[in-house]
């Protein structure tokens, strides 16, 4: 391992640094807030020279990811960023990009849908592309978005399905943090150049999703739902051999936290679980058993990983920044209960949505709103 | 003078056993621009008749990689190909000469839907051809009206006739100050295939709009498509010109229209021909919308001719 350099940065700033590092060939963009400074500072990159790469300053998002695919079946490493209603304006795309098999990595910068208009925080965006075949990642340092970019280039490559790498909009985006970037040839040990099995050759003329009977339709929708369980392993084989390179761990599917001989059980996803750990402590402090248990990895949703690590007869406590409408309550709780169903018993499941529209979750809240639902008897589940 | 017919190249881009109706003018204009482009190209589609024509998965009726992409999204989709070939190429990871990237799409994918993102990969100057091959409706969907649907049409969506004019689609992309934009139609395929040829030499955006009469929308005989095509320049409906750089010239016959030399037809034998118009030119009115149709062919010819002075 080479020596790293420490810089202070922001999380849109470790995007853009993890692109340059991942020596990504196009890079399609179009502001959107809190997005917009990570293409800023990938178009300052390509502008100086600093990384040799195209930027295609489209017209819109919905062109950001169709230029993204189209980039990336044509052979190249592609990566893009986008936010809230940039990410609900790639929906029809985004479906390409799964369905095609092609292995774009998009950062979106976590933020509330409009209407009404808001700017800030939460995870309505991401976990509304659900049904997309897209893998995602949800990241809560800014340290783990540098890391997890090259990590979802390395699992993407592999497996020919897209991945989206999530954070949230001001908190991580827009704060500095240290950062550590390891030395280029660590990360080049990593992430060898993108050579895929297949691409948009003159050479070799193919079809590329022209139509398809129902005898071959079916089958692809199967394959791709097979490759995305699949994709489990090699998220994890991708995270040991990225600390084998760099020294670094953010954990791999799910990361956590006090948790071995816990009571109480935290889960939350994104920036509010970093402060979760804070909100342990605080709970411990109070004499009760807390421990955090983080899902890193939203689709595929680890559920071996998460029934493993559960302590027995856990109670856990869903802290859901979004709406799971239809349902009374979030959708992190819909997902977990919908694995404990039959295989674990013993955990109880409690569920309160917080944080919507980027209203502040502070340490203090967050144990408090887990002293109050351990006082529910009958909770909102 | 245009390439001689006898002279095109025997080269085949279009394979026999796709899936296209016969008559079909879009795969007759696809075939002409295939002996202009060669085997070194990537192709774009869009969903279109051309893509329920190019076969079934995994086969193919187009000797080309080919890709069909999302409808709205033809000119950002053929950026992020000739940027990915041209970095790759840059980088050491694409062999041999750079290949032609272009788009094949038809008047919705163009007109309508696809124009936000064409306009745009045109003001980026983005270097690729956008073909249009236009039969004036979605003749895919079965046959509905587009911005290229004249006035006066019968379509599924226009059942009384259409009230609006047509779009100038090529006049707008012009207007992109791109570096070459011209029309075409099957019935005179060496004009198009030189316009391919030159297309193909220029870096940047090129634009090439092909009107391909469709025997099911526009209702006559499949056998007649040259015919229609031919009789659409001859009276005006259809105006064949191509521009350098902003600077526009005809070609014949349209340029004797212009000039002054010769009169284009009237276009009663033209629309009577097609059922989309002849179904409701037979009532009282019939000899006012004609002179409306008239009109509007007419104002375009005597536009287009004002509109070719003005070069800067």
Sequence with gaps: ?381 | MATSIKKLPDIEQVLSGNGACGGCPATMALRMVGKALGPNAIMLLTPACSVASMGMTPKLGYNWPCINITFASAGSSASGITNAVEIMKEKGRFEGELPTVFSWAGDGGTYDIGFQALSAAAERNENIIHFCYNNEAYSNTGVQRSGATPRGTFTTTTPTGKRQPKKNMALLMLEHNIPYVATATVAYPADLYDKVVKAKSIKGMKYIEILAPCYLGWQFDMADTVQLSRMAVRSGAWLLWEADNGRITFNNPTAQFISGKKNPEAVDEYLMKQGRFSRLLQGPDAKERIAEIQGDVDREIAFMRERAKIFI
């Excluded at chain 1, 985006?173 to 895929?196: V, Y």
């Excluded at chain 1, 954990?251 to 679980?273: F, K």
Aim: proline residues 6%; glycine residues 6%.
């Design chain 1, 1 to 381: 391992m080479k020596t790293a350099q420490v810089i202070m940065a922001t999380g849109a700033n470790a995007a853009a640094l993890a692109v340059k590092s991942a020596r990504v060939d196009v890079i399609p963009g179009y502001p959107i807030t809190p997005q917009t400074s990570i293409m800023e500072a990938v178009a300052g990159m390509v502008e100086s020279g600093d990384l040799h790469a195209r930027f295609i300053p489209v017209e819109g998002e919905h062109s950001v990811l169709a230029a993204a695919v189209a980039a990336s079946a044509a052979g190249a490493r592609v990566f893009t960023a986008t936010s809230a209603n940039g990410l609900l304006y790639m929906h029809e795309v985004l479906h390409m990009a799964s369905g095609g098999r092609l292995p774009v990595v998009l950062c979106n910068v976590n933020r509330g849908i409009f209407a009404p208009w808001t700017l800030w925080a939460d995870h309505q965006d991401s976990f509304a592309q659900r049904d997309t075949g897209w893998i995602q990642y949800h990241c809560s340092s800014n340290q783990e978005v540098f890391n997890t970019i090259l990590q979802a280039f390395r699992v993407a490559e592999q497996i020919n399905i897209p991945i989206m790498v999530n954070f949230d909009g001001f908190s991580i985006s827009h704060c500095l943090m240290p950062l550590t970037i390891p030395a280029q040839e660590d990360i080049d040990r990593f992430l060898p150049p993108h050579q895929p099995e297949w691409r948009l050759d003159p050479a070799h003329p193919s079809s590329f999703s022209n139509v398809t009977m129902a005898a071959e339709y079916a089958p692809f929708r199967q394959m791709l739902s097979d490759d995305i369980m699949a994709a489990v392993p090699l998220v994890k084989q991708a995270a040991q051999e990225y600390r084998d390179c760099t020294g670094m761990w953010d954990g791999d599917t799910i990361e956590t936290y006090r948790l071995e001989d816990a009571e109480v059980v935290a889960l939350a996803v994104n920036s509010m679980a970093a402060e979760l750990k804070l909100s342990v402590d605080i709970l411990r402090g109070q004499g009760i058993k807390a421990g955090l248990l983080r899902p890193r990895l939203y689709i595929p949703f680890p559920a071996d990983d998460i029934i493993q690590a559960l302590p027995k007869n856990a109670q856990v406590m869903v802290l859901d920044r979004n709406y799971n409408f239809g349902h009374p309550g979030g959708i992190l709780a819909a997902e977990l209960k919908s694995i404990l169903f039959g295989r674990r018993n013993d955990v109880t499941v409690k569920n309160r949505v917080m944080g919507i529209g980027g209203i502040d979750l502070t340490r203090r809240f967050m144990a408090a709103e887990i002293r109050a639902m351990i006082d529910e008897q009958n909770g909102v589940l």
